[in-house]
């Protein structure tokens, strides 16, 4: 079974930058679709980024032009580099993996990831 392990979260000022990165083990890295989540107080789980079947970035509208995930399959680790932070980025982050494949319209919907991490936190104060 693949474990996920998240790394890289920490406070920063509004418009300051932060990469997280997140440990594939247990499985072939390759086996699976990779995707960032977030989790802000009181509110739902919502998709950040992710990528499809052909490798492509798939992003919240809320963050594209400033958030890019990445993958590093030789070093089975996905990264999600976050720069012009704002204060409503505060959450904390989850890496998740799915066998799933085909189609992008489930790519950002919690219940299409079987796999997830524990979380980083990053807080972006104004």
């Known amino acids: 079974q693949v474990q996920l392990v998240e790394s890289g979260g920490g406070s920063v000022q509004s418009g300051g930058s932060l990469r997280l990165s997140c440990a594939v083990s247990?499985?072939?890295?390759?086996?699976?679709?990779m995707a960032w989540f977030r989790q802000a107080p009181g509110a739902e789980r919502e998709g950040v980024a992710a990528f499809d079947t052909d490798g492509v970035g798939y992003y919240a509208e809320s963050v594209k032009g400033r958030f890019t995930i990445s993958q590093d399959t030789a070093k089975n680790t996905l990264y999600l580099q976050m720069n012009n932070l704002k204060p409503e980025d505060t959450a904390i982050y989850y890496c998740a993996a799915t066998p799933r494949t085909g189609g992008q319209w489930w790519l950002l919907k919690v219940p299409a990831y079987s796999y997830w991490g524990q979380g980083t936190q990053v807080t972006v104060s104004s």
């Open positions: 247990g499985d072939t890295y390759s086996t699976y679709l």
